[in-house]
C-alpha cells in the first residue's frame, strides 16, 4: 500500500511541475514575442489576464463536473491541454494571418491544464493514505516553487547556449513532461477522499459554514501576500543590484521562489515535529516584518533582502491553509478545493494590482503600494487567531 501511493504523491508532484512550467515559460518570450511577431506590448500583457481568467473560471466551474468525470480522467484531460498548448504554442503562430490569435488560442489551452491541475492535486494528495498530511501538502506545494526556479534556471541557460531563437525547441522539451506526467498518470492509484461513495459537501452547505469564508479569506490572503511581493522582486532586484534584467530576474523572482520552496520543503520534511498553527503565525509575523522591510527602509538592497524573507514567509501560507481546512470541514471535498483555489488566484491578482494601484497614484513609488498590500498579512495574522473561536488547531 505505501509502495502504490508513493508512486501517486510522487505524479502528482510532477503535476505541480508542470503547472510551474505553464505559468512561468511562456513570460519568458515576451519580448521575443514582440520583436518576432511586432505584437504590442499592450497585447503581450494581455496574455497574462487571459491565462489568469480562464484558471479562475476552471476554478469556479470544476466542482461541478469534477466528481461526475472522475480524478483520474480530468487529471489526464489537464495534462494533455497542458501538452497541446504548449506543443500549440510552437506551431498556432505560424498559421494564422495574425500570429497573435495562434499565441492566444495556445494560452487559452494550456491554461484550462494549469487550472484543472491546480483544482485536482491539492485533493489526490489530500486523499492518499498518509501518516503526516500536512506534511505531505507542504512538501507537494515545494515542487511548484521548484518548477519555477527550474524554467526559469533551465530556460535561462538554454537560451544563453542556444540562442533565443531556437525558443520552440525549449518549449517542445518542456511538452514531455506533461506527457510523460499523463502516462503516469494512467497508472497510478487514485484515492478518493470520501469513504464508502459518499458524496462530499455541495457548494449551499459550505456556504452555510462560517468557517468556510474564514478559510477563503485566508486564501485570498495567502495569495496576495505571496503576489503582492513576488511580482516585483525582479524590479527590487534590478534596483538594487544595477543588474540586467536577466540577472534581475535570477536575484529577485528566483530567490523569492527558492527561499518559498524551503519554507514548504522545512514543513514537508519535519512537520510532525513542527506545531502548523505556531509555523503559519510565526511565518506571517515574518511576512509583515519583510513588508515593512520592503516599504519603509530606503536602501534597494534591504528591499531586494526583504523580497526574499518574503518568499519564506509565505511559503505555509497556501498549503497550510489547504491542511486546516481538511481537517476543520470534513467531506468538503471537490468543490472545497475548487472554492478554495478559486480564493487564491483572487488573491494573486489583487494583490500585485493593488500594489501597482496604489504605486501609481504615489508617482510610481513601490515602497507605497507595498506598504498598501501589508493589509493581507495583517489580515492573515487576525484571520488565524480568529480561528480558534471557529475550528479546531
Known amino acids: 500500500m505505501k509502495k502504490k501511493y508513493k508512486s501517486t504523491m510522487y505524479a502528482c508532484f510532477i503535476g505541480y511541475i508542470v503547472q510551474a512550467i505553464v505559468n512561468n515559460f511562456v513570460p519568458l518570450l515576451f519580448v521575443t514575442f514582440q520583436n518576432s511577431y511586432q505584437i504590442p506590448l499592450s497585447k503581450i500583457t494581455l496574455l497574462i489576464t487571459i491565462n489568469f481568467l480562464i484558471q479562475l473560471i476552471i ?17 489526464i484531460l489537464a495534462h494533455i491541454c497542458s501538452a497541446v498548448g504548449l506543443i500549440a504554442l510552437t506551431i498556432l503562430p505560424e498559421l494564422f494571418a ?72 525549449l518549449t517542445l522539451i518542456w511538452a514531455i513532461v506533461p506527457v510523460a506526467n499523463m502516462i503516469l498518470f494512467t ?31 485566508m486564501m485570498l490572503c495567502a495569495g496576495a501576500s505571496e503576489q503582492a511581493v513576488s511580482q516585483w522582486a525582479s524590479t527590487f532586484a534590478e534596483k538594487g543590484l544595477g543588474v540586467s534584467k536577466t540577472i534581475g530576474d535570477l ?66 501560507m497556501w498549503p497550510g491553509t489547504f491542511s486546516k481546512a481538511s481537517a476543520a470541514i470534513q467531506k468538503g471535498g471537490t468543490a472545497m478545493f475548487a472554492m478554495l483555489a478559486l480564493a487564491g488566484d483572487v488573491g494573486c491578482s489583487g494583490g500585485p494590482t493593488l500594489a ?6 504615489f508617482g510610481n513609488n513601490l515602497h507605497v503600494g507595498i506598504c498598501a498590500a501589508l493589509v493581507f498579512p495583517v489580515l492573515m495574522l487576525c484571520s488565524l487567531y480568529a480561528k480558534n473561536r471557529t475550528m479546531a488547531p
Open 59 to 75: 476554478d469556479l466551474v470544476s466542482a461541478g463536473f469534477i466528481d461526475r468525470l472522475g480524478y483520474r480522467f480530468s487529471v
Open 98 to 169: 495574425d500570429p497573435y490569435t495562434g499565441i492566444l488560442v495556445a494560452v487559452a489551452v494550456y491554461a484550462v491544464g494549469g487550472g484543472l491541475i491546480e483544482v485536482l492535486i491539492s485533493p489526490i494528495i489530500e486523499a492518499c493514505p498518509t501518516d503526516h498530511k500536512e506534511s505531505a501538502m507542504s512538501l507537494l506545494h515545494s515542487f511548484y516553487c521548484w518548477g519555477h526556479v527550474g524554467v526559469v534556471l533551465i530556460s535561462t541557460i538554454f537560451f544563453t547556449i542556444a540562442g533565443i531563437a531556437n525558443w520552440k525547441i
Open 187 to 217: 497508472r497510478v492509484p487514485i484515492y478518493s477522499l470520501n469513504e464508502d461513495g459518499e458524496q462530499g459537501l455541495n457548494l449551499k452547505e459550505l456556504f452555510a459554514k462560517k468557517v468556510f469564508w474564514l478559510l477563503m479569506l
Open 251 to 316: 536575484a529577485g523572482p528566483m530567490s523569492f521562489a527558492f527561499l518559498m520552496g524551503i519554507s514548504r520543503l522545512i514543513y514537508g520534511t519535519y512537520g510532525e515535529r513542527i506545531n502548523l498553527e505556531k509555523f503559519m503565525k510565526f511565518s506571517t509575523v515574518l511576512c509583515i516584518v519583510s513588508y515593512l522591510c520592503i516599504a519603509f527602509v530606503p536602501n534597494p538592497v534591504a528591499g531586494l533582502i526583504g523580497c526574499a524573507v518574503c518568499g519564506f514567509s509565505v511559503g505555509i
Open 356 to 361: 501597482g494601484f496604489v504605486s501609481s497614484a
